[in-house]
């Protein structure tokens, strides 16, 4: 049966938010309303008549209200067969109920509060769930609202159709139901687990969406939000372009990750998630061009973010209209949390950029999971960016003249791939940028020499777009000096500041820690290099 | 109340196995039973004696089975708090049922038989979750059985007890019904929600246990595992050494996936997630030398896995106890399915060392998620290696006679992280090694660059202990002539091929796929290289 007539209802409701209006509604169209205890009270100082629930199942509520809704006249009522069983039901008794309008005990709300387990127990909702699951199983013929954000639009479909639902509405409250119920047991079993010293975990994901194919083309792929309220990657807003891909996204997150903490203006470039272009200034487009300038070449095809609001100054950075082709900067998706007019419109020239909206400030989370075979890895996020800065060697490096540099050095190191090694450097105008880094390398030493390569490889581009009074290698060198290499561990051997040292490195910032850090402190006095450590390891992986 | 004597049992199981036999030894010992339907049928025709639940209810079971036990009565009985309403249940007329034993209807197993919607529907479980949860809630003084594997060990507590249940094994079956019922109702959401065309997803885990910290020590860690009986990592065995860290478990992972699909004897050795020494051998010492060799200065404080039970003469490589302390190789973790007992006494020399069995061969997962930001990313698990192997280049690369080196370099290349290059071997007696690898880096020329620096810094060193007619440089080349290198992904532009061939090599599979294959076919053409397409990426981020 497509439409139902709502002739009966049965409203029984914890949280009593809107209620009195779809029981005013219901009852002013000549709907029958059938309630309990404290949603009757409501009802009644409302002034809308209703039965209550004992004159249907002939029973009291009894034993501190644990039994008022259960019985066999209401599920009866809620779960016969509209037709198959409607002779059964007449010979019973039993009239339908057409509508069941019910949200349950606030389980998570006293949890929250703190309660201890009696209080929570007390707080597990048994008649609630059995009319809801009753009424959903039979969505064929009963409606099951759970949610009171729901009352507006039903009342409409009602007062359009003659105080009737659709089967689609009904179907559509039948999921909704069942998700609810799912969620309630849930957050009740990992709660008493809890409580118990048991660790059970359940994450709830809704509305996935079939992705073209995962990280490979072979590969199937969907992006799911979470299903709780709280600020998700999945939030994003896709302005223009293309459909985003699962490495897309994954690349956003990185994207949105490094660019989170950056003062003023802020840009991150990512390949592959890591950031191999990093840069905060006074200026967007300054930021851009310094972050650029982190790896040029890498930065073709790369995801780019920004921290605020981008403006059409920037944007033509990528010279998306240059007559000369050459000169135009491929990239697959810009971010920032909006777009001026002017940018957005600018941007649009390239068909296939991707143009995505999402505050990175937005996005903070409290847990970061890593599934494995059937396993799971859970962990608090890396929020911490040190817990001290502590100079170590003879030499001092000025901690506080340059803690912007230090914290935006460590933002950088925070989210490369392990091994990494990062070296920054502040220009006059207090602008930050990375000059140089190494990832993912197994033995640090390599992750070293790469750092100190791509700087290098920089430099050399910087040297010829410049005047200089020095020569390219005494160039190469004094920014070298001046600027500061970050370890996400410590070095386990002097080798690292050996190679870093000889090229002309002066101030290295690590969390220290290790076995040898007498000799690595050693090793820097000899060399005339300022060591700080920060006291927090910063691994990736 | 600690202790609750069983005086009457309510019985309504959906899956019958065992129910006999517990309800013979209820019967034996005075608890009365009441049942239902057809567990009464299955009772009576194990001449077990049962009051009909309608003889309680004063009810008819009705609308064919919908209406069973749901009842004012039923549920009083099993809801009342036994000290505060005893009167008013005495009024009522309500005796007290102090065990329920209940499974429900059979909703996972109608679905995968591929039930349609009304089959479905119809195996919603209204009444059972009724009955449970009210028992759950009450478990201070009624017991609720879900789990048929249970039914020995309360039959055990009940004899030893005088027929009695303790309020902790009550707490135990209270905290099995929430999660009962949870999972119950998260696979209907789920299920009804994919017929709908909505996508849900819930992921459940138990038994998490808090890790000494996460990656970082400032980052609390938990691990758990799935809650389904699907092999798991958390399936492995700690035979000896330290706790596992947060970082060792997810080594653990890459390690396992790195020697899963390793012909003959197998070994990878891991560092944060990468291979950097990986080897299949006739022989399980060569395999492990063979990895070991792939980069030695890294394999110390490595995850070292193997595909089969690890014996003696493998295990002896690693010289733990050395008279010479210079020769011991310490590594994290080792990995095997199993260890022969003279290996696992030698390995226990080290105190320290975690030795952990798990077998790879079980680990085969259907998904792969990646959390990010309240959000998921879900995907097909990376298991196809190649979908065809075709020789583009003038010059062919005999695919057949090196199919095994191939699936080899593939399952390296495949584990690392993108962008990934290896260049892998074949030595004359079959056995496989990984020369050198790349990966991890924005620009696939940086991964090209090390790993042919890896492969001629590992060549020199075999150069330095064997007697070659060649001089080195003749020698290096020579190998790197023989081996071959594989790409992750397809060459954006030739740069690559060209600085392959300069270093000698000769024998290059990638995937294909670029808008300049053409241009990247042109160079391995002029340079005398094979190259062979093999039409699947491995992207791995």
Redo the contacts between chains.
């Keep these: 049966m497509d439409y139902i007539r709502i002739r009966k209802a049965l409203i029984s409701v914890s949280d009593k938010t809107g209620i009195c209006g779809i029981a005013a509604f219901l009852h002013e169209n000549g709907c029958e309303i059938i309630s309990t205890g404290g949603t009757g009270q409501a009802l009644q100082s409302a002034g809308i008549p209703y039965t209550e629930i004992s004159r249907i199942?002939g029973?009291?509520e009894?034993?501190?209200g644990?039994?008022k809704t259960?019985?066999?006249q209401i599920?009866?009522a809620l779960?016969?067969?509209r037709e198959?069983?409607a002779n059964?039901?007449a010979r019973?008794g039993i009239e339908p109920i057409d509508i069941v309008i019910c949200n349950l005990y606030p389980f998570a709300k006293v949890k929250e509060a703190g309660a201890n387990l009696e209080t929570l127990?007390e707080n597990?909702d048994?008649g609630g769930?059995?009319m809801l699951?009753?009424a959903a199983?039979n969505y064929q013929s009963v409606a099951a609202v759970t949610d009171l954000t729901d009352y507006p639009d039903l009342m409409a479909e009602m007062k359009a159709n003659n105080l009737s639902l659709s089967l689609a509405t009904r179907?559509r409250l039948?999921?909704k139901t069942?998700?609810y119920?799912?969620d309630y047991?849930?957050l009740?079993?990992t709660t008493?687990?809890q409580q118990?010293g048991?660790?059970?975990?359940?994450?709830?994901?809704?509305?996935?969406?079939?992705l073209r194919y995962?990280?490979?083309?072979?590969?199937?792929?969907?992006?799911?939000?979470?299903?709780?309220d709280?600020?998700?990657?999945?939030d994003l807003r896709i302005l223009h372009g293309k459909e985003l891909s699962?490495?897309n996204?994954?690349?956003i997150?990185s994207a949105?990750e490094s660019v989170r903490g950056l003062l003023n203006y802020g840009c991150a470039i990512i390949?592959?998630?890591?950031p191999?272009g990093l840069a905060q200034a006074a200026d967007q487009l300054r930021a851009f061009q310094l972050a650029w300038e982190g790896?040029p070449?890498?930065a073709f095809g790369?995801i780019i973010a920004f921290n605020k609001t981008l403006d059409l100054a920037a944007a033509e950075f990528l010279r998306l209209n240059d007559p000369d082709k050459s000169c135009r900067k491929f990239i697959e998706v810009i971010i920032a949390p909006a777009f001026s007019e002017a940018a957005l419109n600018y941007l649009k020239f390239h068909k296939n950029l991707r143009i995505v909206a999402i505050n990175p400030a937005a996005?903070t989370?409290t847990f970061?999971?890593?599934?494995?075979?059937?396993?799971?890895?859970?962990?608090?996020?890396?929020s911490?960016l040190y817990?001290q800065l502590e100079n170590v060697t003879e030499n001092h490096y000025d901690t506080s003249a340059n803690l912007d540099l230090i914290e935006f050095g460590l933002q950088a190191v925070r989210q490369l791939?392990?091994?990494a090694i990062v070296i920054v450097r502040k220009k006059p105008d207090d602008s930050c940028q990375l000059l140089g880094m190494g990832?993912?390398?197994?033995?640090r030493l390599?992750s070293t020499r790469?750092a100190l390569d791509k700087s290098r490889e920089n430099l050399e581009r910087e040297f010829s777009q410049k005047k200089s009074d020095l020569d390219l290698p005494a160039y190469v060198r004094q920014v070298l000096t001046d600027s500061l290499l970050i370890s996400d561990a410590f070095f386990p051997f002097p080798d690292n500041v050996e190679l870093a040292a000889a090229a002309g490195i002066k101030n290295i910032l690590q969390p220290g820690g290790s076995l040898r850090d007498k000799a690595v402190i050693q090793t820097c006095n000899n060399l005339s290099v300022a060591m700080v450590f920060t006291g927090?390891?910063?691994?990736?992986?």
Tied chains: 1, 2.
């Design positions: 199942t029973n009291p009894a034993f501190g644990r039994m259960i019985s066999y599920e009866s779960l016969f067969d198959k069983d059964e039901a019973l127990i597990i048994i769930p059995t699951r009753a199983k179907h039948m999921l069942f998700n119920t799912a047991d849930s009740i079993a008493l687990d118990a048991q660790r059970t975990l359940r994450l709830a994901f809704k509305d996935g969406l079939p995962g990280e490979n083309s072979h590969q199937q792929g969907w992006f799911y939000r979470g299903r709780n709280s600020p998700s990657l999945s699962f490495n996204i994954a690349d997150q949105v390949k592959h998630k890591n191999c790896d070449v890498s790369s996005l989370g970061d999971y890593k599934f494995m075979n059937n396993s799971l890895l859970m962990q608090d996020t890396d911490t817990s791939k392990s091994n990832a993912g390398q197994p033995n390599v790469l927090t390891r910063h691994f990736k992986h």
